[in-house]
């Protein structure tokens, strides 16, 4: 009997039918990651970099991986390709478990997974067009149909006019897009993006991510983006993870988490936050610390309301707005405010009750410095 055709008539589900059921949503998944652990062994013993991660990542999903230096995402993304095998625990691709595929499956399963690093890991000896066509040769493919194919991607991403430049000639930029060329050339169904927009400049991160959104909007490609910066997360990732310590600490969707964190990192992230988009629009903020200060996130609609300027009419009680910026979280403008209260104010939580009453979300700081 083919379990993966199933249908469930009764109240009873065999455990085959269970297990059906289970496979085909992980077929919709693009990643699911299950009970991933890592570690290494060292010198000075055993080093856990991943304990217990669990995941799951939709088909044509930009997610976002986020956590400080040594928080384990590097790791991670690497045991998405298998470029590092868990020590315990799978990793599924389109349902396909990784670690039960042979070495020659498992080379054809990396096919459909593209990656993008932080330094572009170009061949400086070989042109543009030759990096590009680079992964096509591994594949068997002529000369003439390898051009002509990495041509089409180069328009794609907006270097068709640099084909037979060498990558020192290239900007830092230039050079990302090369490589997101050369990534798409084996028609990948996810691509992983380690870091690949940390050694570029405000600007050229915008276009970079720009271009990331477009390839996932025109081909429908599963984008996972690893990275240590809330900006390039909100502008672009529609999920997120935030890791710390090799486990995640929480995760959801971006809009949810930038309103309500519920974990301490992601606080502290947000918080570290510059409040420019990553085109750089500066923000406005105060160095000032205060006994009881909140941060308040306004909704499309109210963001440019009076808000404020009315509750402090309304209660005759003085504020510092001690950050205050908007900022584009999935393509929805969103404003913050860290407000920060006389310690003496008796009206605290009357005026936590108008702000509410006002649809914004409110919750408490404890001594923001900015």
């Known amino acids: 009997m083919n379990w993966h055709i199933w249908k469930c008539s009764g109240i009873v589900c065999s455990c085959s039918t269970e297990r059906g059921i289970r496979e085909r949503e992980n077929?919709?998944?693009?990643?699911?990651i299950e009970k991933v652990r890592k570690s290494f062994d060292t010198k000075d013993g055993v080093v856990e970099a991943l304990k217990d991660v669990n995941l799951n990542i939709d088909s044509g999903d930009i997610y976002g991986i986020i956590g400080m230096s040594g928080a384990g995402k590097s790791t991670l993304v690497r045991c998405m390709n298998f470029l590092e095998?868990?020590?315990?625990?799978?990793?599924?691709?389109?349902?396909?478990?990784?670690?039960?595929?042979?070495?020659?499956?498992?080379?054809?399963?990396?096919?459909?997974?593209?990656?993008?690093?932080?330094?572009?890991?170009?061949?400086?000896?070989k042109s543009v067009i030759d990096n590009v066509c680079f992964p096509l040769y591994i594949q068997g493919k002529k000369k003439k149909e390898a051009r002509a194919k990495a041509l089409e991607l180069l328009?794609?991403?907006?270097?068709?006019?640099?084909?037979?430049?060498?990558?020192?000639?290239?900007?830092?930029?230039?050079?990302?897009?090369?490589?997101?060329?050369?990534?798409?050339?084996?028609?990948?169904?996810?691509?992983?993006?380690?870091?690949?927009?940390s050694a570029l400049d405000p600007q050229t991160t915008a276009s970079?991510?720009?271009?990331?959104?477009?390839?996932?909007?025109?081909?429908?490609?599963?984008?996972?983006?690893?990275?240590?910066?809330?900006?390039?997360?909100?502008?672009?990732?529609?999920?997120?993870?935030?890791?710390?310590?090799?486990?995640?600490?929480?995760?959801?969707?971006?809009?949810?988490?930038?309103?309500?964190?519920?974990?301490?990192?992601?606080?502290?992230?947000?918080?570290?936050?510059?409040g420019s988009d990553v085109d750089g629009t500066r923000k406005v903020t105060k160095e000032i610390n205060n006994k009881k200060n909140l941060r308040i996130v306004f909704s499309e609609s109210s963001a440019f309301e009076p808000v404020i300027a009315n509750m402090i009419l309304k209660f005759?009680?003085?504020?510092?707005?001690?950050?205050?910026?908007?900022?584009?979280?999935?393509?929805?403008?969103?404003?913050?405010?860290?407000?920060?209260?006389?310690?003496?104010?008796?009206?605290i939580e009357e005026m936590k009750q108008y702000l509410i009453e006002k649809g914004l979300e409110i919750e408490e700081v404890d001594n923001y410095v900015d």
Do not use: W
């Not at 909100?234 to 935030?242: D, G, K, Y």
């Not at 005759?316 to 979280?329: D, G, H, R």
């Open 316 to 347: 005759n009680e003085p504020v510092n707005i001690l950050k205050a910026n908007t900022k584009n979280v999935g393509g929805v403008a969103k404003g913050e405010m860290i407000l920060g209260f006389r310690e003496d104010n008796q009206k």
């Open 27 to 32: 077929e919709m998944s693009g990643i699911v």
């Open 208 to 274: 970079i991510l720009e271009l990331l959104e477009n390839i996932n909007k025109r081909f429908g490609i599963t984008i996972v983006i690893i990275t240590h910066q809330m900006s390039v997360v909100r502008e672009i990732c529609t999920h997120v993870a935030i890791m710390k310590d090799g486990q995640v600490a929480e995760k959801g969707l971006v809009t949810e988490i930038f309103e309500h964190p519920k974990s301490e990192v992601a606080r502290e992230l947000i918080n570290k936050d510059t």
């Open 155 to 197: 328009e794609i991403v907006g270097l068709q006019d640099r084909a037979k430049a060498y990558p020192a000639q290239l900007s830092g930029g230039q050079k990302q897009r090369v490589a997101i060329a050369r990534a798409l050339a084996s028609n990948p169904k996810i691509l992983l993006c380690d870091e690949a927009t």
């Open 85 to 125: 095998e868990p020590t315990e625990g799978q990793v599924l691709i389109k349902g396909r478990t990784l670690g039960s595929l042979s070495k020659k499956e498992l080379r054809k399963q990396r096919e459909d997974i593209g990656m993008i690093f932080q330094h572009f890991n170009l061949l400086m000896q």
